[in-house]
């Protein structure tokens, strides 16, 4: 069974919980993760070129293995990762023993009151495309929720009107464009091939 057809089957067991149920099965060794990969992603890769984080704080969404949280951190930036999956933040921790980044169990669905626009970067990097389409709508807003000043989101495409036989449940225009809600506004939106590369900042009002 390849990793997309674990993916799929636990997803369609556990809408709601299928990290948690892939992350253990990974550890237990009957499964693997798709997004288990030794490098950062490159379209972040490809964003931060010339990005000096020092002095600023980062939340890194759906951290999983820590690929992305661990560039960030090389940055200079104070990197905060979360997964609601316990198993995989317990495998992220071993993985980087001597980590500098914050890894913790959290829910992108309820996240900590504290964390309300807490971080001066955040990363969504491809996990609201990872949560059922209904689900979207509620996910998006909390990304935005959690940016003090500036968000970066990363996510395959998705033609409007569409339909995704996920998982994933890649990301259409309209919902791109409403990350831009809450004071953020699109600095720049980048499709390239089928992934999406889009930046927010929040605006912040003159007197």
Same mark, same amino acid.
């Given at each position: @069974?390849?990793?997309?057809?674990?993916?799929?089957?636990?997803?369609?067991?556990?809408?709601?919980?299928?990290?948690?149920?892939?992350?253990?099965?990974?550890?237990?060794?009957?499964?693997?993760?798709?997004?288990?990969?030794?490098?950062?992603?490159?379209?972040?890769?490809?964003?931060?070129?010339?990005?000096?984080?020092?002095?600023?704080?980062?939340?890194?969404?759906?951290?999983?293995?820590?690929?992305?949280?661990?560039?960030?951190?090389?940055?200079?930036?104070? #990197?905060?990762?979360?997964?609601?999956?316990?198993?995989?933040?317990?495998?992220?921790?071993?993985?980087?023993?001597?980590?500098?980044?914050?890894?913790?169990?959290?829910?992108?669905?309820?996240?900590?009151?504290?964390?309300?626009?807490?971080?001066?970067? *955040? *990363?969504?990097? @491809?996990?609201?495309?990872?949560?059922? *389409?209904?689900?979207?709508?509620?996910?998006?807003?909390?990304?935005?929720?959690?940016?003090? %000043?500036?968000?970066? #989101?990363?996510?395959?495409?998705?033609?409007?009107? %569409?339909?995704?036989?996920?998982?994933?449940?890649?990301?259409?225009?309209?919902?791109?464009?409403?990350?831009?809600?809450?004071?953020?506004?699109?600095?720049?939106?980048?499709?390239?091939?089928?992934?999406?590369?889009?930046?927010?900042?929040?605006?912040?009002? @003159?007197?």
């Amino acid at each position: @069974m390849s990793a997309d057809d674990d993916t799929r089957r636990l997803q369609a067991a556990n809408p709601t919980g299928w990290f948690e149920d892939l992350y253990a099965e990974a550890d237990a060794g009957t499964a693997s993760v798709p997004w288990d990969q030794p490098h950062p992603q490159r379209h972040l890769v490809e964003w931060a070129a010339g990005v000096d984080g020092t002095g600023r704080s980062a939340l890194v969404v759906g951290c999983g293995y820590g690929r992305d949280s661990e560039f960030l951190a090389t940055l200079g930036f104070d #990197v905060t990762a979360f997964d609601i999956s316990p198993t995989g933040i317990t495998a992220v921790q071993a993985r980087h023993p001597d980590s500098k980044v914050r890894y913790v169990v959290a829910d992108l669905l309820s996240p900590p009151a504290e964390w309300h626009h807490a971080f001066d970067l *955040v *990363v969504e990097n @491809m996990t609201v495309q990872a949560l059922p *389409v209904d689900q979207h709508a509620q996910a998006i807003e909390q990304v935005a929720w959690l940016t003090g %000043s500036q968000l970066l #989101v990363l996510a395959v495409a998705r033609e409007e009107g %569409s339909v995704a036989d996920g998982p994933p449940w890649p990301l259409t225009p309209s919902e791109i464009k409403a990350f831009a809600v809450d004071g953020l506004a699109p600095v720049k939106i980048r499709r390239d091939e089928v992934r999406w590369t889009a930046e927010f900042v929040r605006q912040v009002a @003159m007197n």
